[in-house]
């Protein structure tokens, strides 16, 4: 089973940037893909990006399109979310996660089956 860790998060102003790694302690085949989620208190996990190993079906939710950019190094095991320009409504525990969604799924939750612990983003106004 595949085991995810998140790093990378932190508290900073609107307007900043913030680079998430999550690091795989195996890389699936190129089919799997490795998502990133976050969730507020009181909301529901919410599709932020996704990839796949191989680089394709790369998906960015239209909430962050523009700002966030959703990158891999295979070499190193690691998909990196680069967020700039935040803003206060981006803050929750972000969450990367793996599993093996058809490209028109990859936004969904249960699609994905190991996650990692989460990382904590909050951005002050």
Not at 56 to 69: E, M, Q
Not at 114 to 124: A, F, I
């Amino acid at each position: 089973q595949v085991q995810l860790v998140e790093s990378g998060g932190g508290l900073v102003q609107a307007g900043g940037s913030l680079r998430l790694s999550c690091v795989a302690s195996q890389r699936a085949g190129g089919t799997y893909s490795v998502g990133w989620f976050r969730q507020s208190p009181g909301k529901e996990r919410e599709f932020v990006a996704a990839t796949r190993w191989s680089g394709g079906g790369t998906s960015i939710a239209d909430s962050v399109k523009g700002r966030f950019t959703i990158s891999r190094d295979n070499a190193k095991n690691t998909v990196y979310l680069q967020m700039n320009d935040l803003k206060p409504e981006d803050t929750g525990t972000y969450y990367c996660a793996s599993g093996r969604p058809i490209i028109t799924a990859n936004h969904l939750p249960s699609m994905y089956n190991n996650w990692g612990q989460g990382t904590q983003v909050t951005v002050s106004s």
